[in-house]
């Protein structure tokens, strides 16, 4: 029989001077974190390293920079603050690579919380909802911690362990936390209709998630035998599978499964893919593994940036130099589909923000992070068009960019392009 505790006797584990890994995303084990950082007057320097993960972090008050430093893989709403606060850091590093810091021991941890469903007869346990680099953290940290939920997703592919891979269990019974979009607007629509024209019958798809996105997947109601390998995936793809519009028959890989490392969605999502044999969910270094993407043909990957400039240079990371999320797998990604046959790269994003300024650029803001090189990029795509730069010359692409930008600021971008050169 595996150890049952209290979350506030198994965070008595933790250290002053530990690294602590988190389970990612909706995995995130709240009881645990908020636990820990409740004995934020015993403990000392801290190091609490993860992705974006859901819900409170109250580890990440500057106020608590005594007791805990946040190391963020990819930076999320919940700790961005940390980094001008100063009780907080980014790690750069590509979602595909990221269990190889613990692998290889350049992160040494010391502590892995976890969230995972209730153990089935014979001692299994599965990771549920989110698995990215988690395996890897528990494989590697000295003691590991599982919050075991009632209410955890069973899922199949990776996240599978046994109890005697676990130290301390701690019992719960709560929702994963939610995420929900509403519906696109006129713009993310246009850009829906352009992306979906690009997508092929047998393509296999990878996007994440948000409004743009679920605009793409209702345009290809009507696509046959579609695939999905991607890092994440919410709802809108449930309808698809559903209809038989993805069904993975002519993927590369994992044909007739449905591959991703996390997820993040509604109840609905986590009621379809619990216990359901045709999602699998896989570490990130096999789901975001350039060489193991390229295989599927007619791989089709959907990515954002912040801003893009005439040359093709996307930063996707920060605003200027202020770091603003994280490499993610958009590079993985990007080259996947871009060596994979008949694949398609494609970055899509309104022409302006929300203040209206044009997110395409005569050059990055100073300090501005490129994430996907002007090498990488082929498809852009804004509400105004298509913009395929691939084995274009740099006059070419400003041409093409420039005529998918908006129309207040087509001038302007081109001409202040011309006076940098």
Do not use: W
Not at 398 to 404: C, E, P, R, T, Y
């Amino acid at each position: 029989m595996y150890k049952i505790v209290s979350a506030e006797d198994a965070v008595k584990v933790i250290k002053s001077n530990d690294r602590v890994y988190v389970q990612a995303a909706a995995a995130a084990p709240q009881l645990l974190m908020n636990a820990m950082t409740e004995r934020h007057e015993e403990l000392r320097n801290v190091e609490v390293c993860h992705l974006h993960v859901e819900g409170d972090t109250g580890y990440a008050n500057p106020k608590l920079s005594d007791s805990f430093h946040v190391n963020s893989f990819f930076i999320g709403n919940n700790v961005r603050h940390t980094l001008t606060a100063g009780n907080g850091s980014y790690t750069p590093v590509f979602l595909s690579e990221l269990p190889l810091l613990f692998k290889r021991n350049i992160l040494p941890l010391d502590v892995a919380l976890i969230h995972v469903s209730v153990p089935d007869k014979h001692g299994y346990c599965s990771l549920g909802v989110s698995v990215e680099a988690s395996l890897a953290a528990i494989d590697n940290s000295k003691i590991v911690i599982a919050q075991v939920n009632e209410q955890m997703p069973r899922t199949h592919g990776d996240g599978i362990i046994h109890i005697t891979e676990i130290d301390l269990f701690v019992e719960c019974n709560e929702p994963i936390p939610t995420h929900t979009y509403g519906n696109p607007s006129a713009i993310e629509n246009k850009i829906g209709d352009y992306v979906a024209s690009l997508i092929e019958d047998k393509s296999t798809l990878q996007m994440g998630i948000g409004t743009i996105p679920n605009a793409v997947l209702s345009r290809l109601t009507n696509h046959k035998d579609l695939g999905l390998h991607t890092e994440m995936f919410s709802d809108g793809v449930i309808d698809l599978i559903l209809k038989d519009v993805i069904n993975g028959n002519f993927k590369g890989v994992n044909p007739g499964r449905a591959l991703a490392t996390f997820l993040i969605g509604s109840k609905k999502l986590y009621n379809y893919v619990d216990d359901n044999p045709f999602v699998e969910m896989r570490a990130s270094d096999y789901v975001n593994d350039v060489s193991v993407i390229k295989q599927n043909p007619k791989m089709v990957a959907i990515n954002s940036a912040i801003e893009i400039d005439l040359t093709g240079q996307v930063c996707a990371d920060s605003i200027g130099a202020k770091m603003y999320s994280g490499v993610g797998g958009q590079m993985d990604y990007i080259r996947g589909a871009s060596l994979s046959h008949g694949g398609k790269a494609i970055i899509a994003l309104p022409s302006i923000t929300k203040k209206g300024v044009s997110r395409i650029v005569p050059s990055l803001k100073p300090g501005a992070g490129v994430v996907t090189t002007r090498a990488h990029v082929h498809h852009v795509v804004t509400e105004y068009g298509i913009a395929n730069l691939y084995g274009k010359t740099i006059q070419e692409r400003v041409k093409a960019l420039v005529d998918i930008a908006h129309p207040d600021h087509r001038e302007s971008i081109n001409n202040t392009y011309y006076e940098l050169i």
